[in-house]
């Protein structure tokens, strides 16, 4: 069962949410319910799941919702509709008290511009979740010093948040909200407020950390390159609705809208591409049936320069080029082991794009893109350079 | 209907309303009234009393000490606190200074137990601050000399009434200033302290109280300031002290004395300001 399970779920801001609800049912846009009846659609009938120990990513631009959304999760926010079930149990219809528990057991949240109360030292910060389950002192400051182990501070215990840094600041939040060992970790723009390179470091160290732990994380970003490194799932968010899911991949390769499309256009695709996504089917002949003749001929039908030489079950012996082809047919040499070259350059299906270009440009020929050593597809120049143009990528169907 | 119109309406007797209903409480009320009268007046006499038992050279003494150490042990203070309070200790207005003191250290302890409590109310609750917050301009605005007649009415004459005054007249500021002080706490904070499921209580303990403390303390000060400035006022219904001798210095127009009791009523208030502010500033820098 998903971990969250998000259900129709809308948040009205105004008056008179009941009747601009009507409305958005029959399909008005934000703008002209907003004209209509001063409410403004903050989210509008999102569903969503998110697995255990997923990274779920959602993205969206400045008031696109994403930010309400999450804290219509975990119930900061009073939803107009809907419901959001953490391990089954519907938050919406909570009373206040288990509403607390749930928020003190199972869900903790990492903020924006970190949210630390400077009156509290690093340690009292990190301790604060668990001092108000009523975790008595020594246990709640061992706790806290574990998780502030995790994000490397360890020995800043005693500073006060001001004296830190962005970056160091952030990550007594993440500990803050680690100590208590939640379920799903909700993290709200966290790394939006850091520079760049910190950011990064950031992002690595969220990998690392969920890697070790499976944590389910919820993460809020307006930055797509962030979204698409660090999410497993993401969704897309526009005036308060969600437009698609899917792996970073799926966005990147296949937009559901316009909508979509614009938002990825100039997004580095170098990093997030992967061989499999750039790979097209090959031509092959078999080493066991083909002689140079048949090669030749499949290259000449196919204006290729070398083709891939593989078995029955198609796995990879090396390659031939034409030059070599022609000169055994002349010299009636049958076998092509004699002139197959053996040294091929290979890939795996994940092999990411931005390495792929630098094998491509030293390569005499295509790269041969191998799983298990069956040779699944080849990747030719041409595909790299139109695949970071953005322009017809397609996926191989395997 | 001739431009006076108005002469056809008699004159409605607010006067007369305000003096029954004043008339009204104190006899209800009396129950309530005659053992605060009591019990405050043995207070702040008790006080008064124990605090001239104290040698004047010792009492000075510890003044500066103190004084130095919340300044950050710095000397301006404490210079300032022995020179002044050897003057009016010289000027033989030593006991006159005693009773001052402890009816504006009551009168602010009195403002602080009940304006904090309203402030965090108000901070809470957005009708609260809709229905309070013009009864607290309606208090600051207030000629503070109406303030002694319903003093009187309800204590009769002396220090409790003075207190009660001052206490009117002193408390707006700490319940503004807590007010503000809760309010001003970041949404980022607060939606933090609910995210990790604090209850109301908790909220208010770790979270907006703290936050809020360096506010209230300035609210807090204010309110010191304000019950000094009653301690005149409240000298024309009987309070003892410096004011009294103001007084007497204005009906026998004798402007040396009026001096000298004005010169020591300045110095005392410039001491309580600089402690009360120094209790703020010391953690910060």
């Not at chain 1, 799983?371 to 041409?382: F, H, M, P, Q, S």
């Amino acid at each position: 069962m998903p971990i969250i399970q998000v259900e129709n779920l809308s948040k009205i801001f105004g008056k008179n949410p009941s009747q601009a609800q009507k409305l958005l049912d029959e399909g008005y846009s934000k703008e002209e319910i907003l004209q209509k009846t001063g409410n403004t659609v903050g989210v509008n009938r999102a569903s969503f799941d998110v697995e255990e120990g997923e990274i779920f990513v959602i993205m969206g631009l400045s008031g696109s919702g994403k930010s309400t959304l999450v804290r219509l999760i975990n119930r900061l926010i009073e939803p107009t509709e809907g419901s959001v079930k953490i391990n089954g149990e519907n938050l919406a219809k909570m009373n206040k008290q288990d509403l607390r528990e749930v928020r003190r057991q199972k869900l903790s949240m990492v903020f924006q511009r970190f949210a630390l109360f400077p009156h509290r030292t690093v340690l009292s910060n990190a301790e604060f979740g668990l001092e108000v389950q009523g975790m008595d002192k020594s246990k709640r400051s061992e706790k806290a010093k574990e998780a502030l182990e995790l994000v490397g501070l360890g020995s800043f215990i005693n500073q006060l948040p001001g004296q830190l840094s962005g970056g160091m600041q952030q990550r007594v939040g993440l500990a803050r909200a680690l100590a208590n060992d939640p379920e799903v970790l909700l993290m709200d723009e966290a790394f939006s407020a850091l520079d760049p390179l910190i950011r990064k470091e950031m992002q690595d160290e969220l990998l690392d950390l969920q890697e070790r732990m499976q944590k389910t994380i919820l993460f809020i970003t307006h930055d797509l390159d962030e979204a698409l490194r660090i999410g497993d799932r993401i969704a897309l968010m526009k005036d308060g609705s969600i437009v698609q899911i899917g792996s970073p991949e799926d966005i990147l390769v296949n937009p559901a809208n316009d909508y979509v499309e614009k938002f990825v256009e100039d997004v580095d695709r170098s990093k997030v591409l992967s061989a499999q996504n750039i790979m097209k089917r090959p031509e092959t002949v078999n080493i066991e049936k083909h002689g140079p003749r048949v090669a030749l001929e499949r290259m000449r039908e196919e204006g290729l320069s070398s083709i891939y030489v593989t078995d029955r079950s198609r796995n990879l012996k090396g390659y031939v080029t034409a030059d070599k082809a022609s000169e055994a047919k002349k010299n009636d040499i049958k076998d092509l082991t004699e002139i197959m070259e053996t040294d091929v350059p290979t890939a795996s299906l994940d092999t990411p794009m931005n390495e792929i270009f630098d094998m491509i440009h030293d390569s005499p020929v295509p790269i041969a893109v191998v799983e298990d050593g069956k040779l699944r597809g080849i990747i030719v120049r041409g595909a790299v350079i139109s695949a970071l143009a953005g322009s017809e990528v397609s996926i191989n169907e395997s | 209907m001739s431009l006076n119109f108005l002469e056809n309406f008699s004159k409605i007797p607010v006067e007369q309303w305000v003096g029954d209903l004043t008339d009204w409480i104190t006899d209800t009320f009396e129950f309530f009234f005659e053992p605060i009268k009591e019990h405050l007046g043995n207070f702040i006499d008790w006080m008064s009393e124990t605090l001239q038992l104290v040698n004047p050279v010792i009492f000075i003494l510890l003044i500066a000490l103190l004084a130095f150490f919340a300044t950050g042990k710095r000397f301006g203070l404490a210079i300032f606190a022995v020179i002044g309070l050897m003057f009016i200790e010289n000027q033989e207005l030593w006991a006159h200074l005693m009773d001052t003191f402890s009816l504006v250290i009551t009168a602010s302890l009195i403002s602080v137990i009940i304006g904090v409590p309203f402030g965090i109310w108000m901070a809470k609750s957005g009708i609260v601050q809709a229905i309070v917050t013009p009864i607290l301009d309606f208090m600051q605005t207030m000629p503070a000399f109406v303030y002694l007649i319903p003093a009187v009415a309800f204590f009769g004459i002396g220090m409790v009434p003075g207190v009660f005054a001052s206490v009117i007249f002193a408390v707006p500021p700490t319940v503004r200033f807590t007010n503000l002080g809760i309010r001003q706490v970041s949404t980022e904070l607060i939606e933090a302290s609910d995210a990790f499921g604090t209850t109301g209580v908790q909220k208010l303990f770790k979270v907006q109280l703290p936050m809020a403390k360096k506010t209230i303390m300035a609210g807090i000060n204010q309110t010191v300031m304000l019950a000094l400035s009653m301690v005149v006022i409240a000298s024309m219904i009987g309070a003892e002290g410096l004011g009294q001798k103001v007084i007497e210095a204005v009906q026998r127009n004798n402007v040396g004395l009026g001096f000298v009791a004005g010169i020591s009523i300045v110095i005392l208030a410039i001491i309580i300001d600089r402690f009360t502010q120094s209790l703020n500033t010391q953690k910060g820098d």
